[in-house]
């Protein structure tokens, strides 16, 4: 299934530097950034248990927040997008 993960965390005090940079570390090993802090990953139902625990691990859930978008398996027909196109496709070929 497709997820789009939107986080926001809170900048503020010297310590959201860090778990910024490690909220991104962890969603960008498991899929695509199509916006600064927004990410669409493909997981079926235990990757996405597993991608919240990790988060869950990192944010300060009183400051930070995640969103999970859950777009289904058809979710090719739900984005629309404009401007700059997308580098990679995470479910089509890749030929290195």
């Avoid at 600064?36 to 235990?46: G, H, K, M, P, T």
């Avoid at 990790?54 to 058809?74: E, H, K, M, W």
Wanted: glycine fraction near 8%; include cysteine.
């Amino acid at each position: 299934m497709m997820v789009v993960v939107t986080y926001d965390v809170d900048l503020t005090q010297p310590a959201g530097a860090k778990r910024l940079r490690r909220v991104a570390r962890i969603c960008e090993g498991m899929g695509v950034r199509v916006q600064n802090s927004v990410f669409e990953i493909l997981l079926d139902q235990a990757g996405l248990i597993r991608l919240k625990q990790r988060l869950q691990a990192v944010i300060d859930p009183a400051q930070d927040s995640v969103r999970f978008y859950l777009l289904g398996t058809n979710y090719q027909r739900r984005i629309d997008s404009m401007g700059k196109p997308q580098r990679i496709q995470q479910d089509g070929d890749l030929i290195l």
